[in-house]
């Protein structure tokens, strides 16, 4: 699951920064930017939790 998260992140900072740089997606492409830092600040937080 973890890694799904931190895929999915990943996945979103590469679509942001195609978008940031061809000007085409307007401000969609900051709400993804968004989620993809709470993605990895999510992946973070559960990587330190100590079961």
């Known amino acids: 699951m973890g890694n799904l998260l931190y895929g999915i992140a990943v996945i979103l900072i590469i679509i942001w920064a195609i978008g940031f740089l061809g000007y085409a997606a307007g401000s969609i492409i900051h709400i993804l930017l968004i ?3 709470i993605a990895i600040i999510l992946r ?8």
């Open 35 to 37: 989620i993809a830092v």
């Open 44 to 51: 973070i937080i559960q990587g330190r939790k100590i079961l």
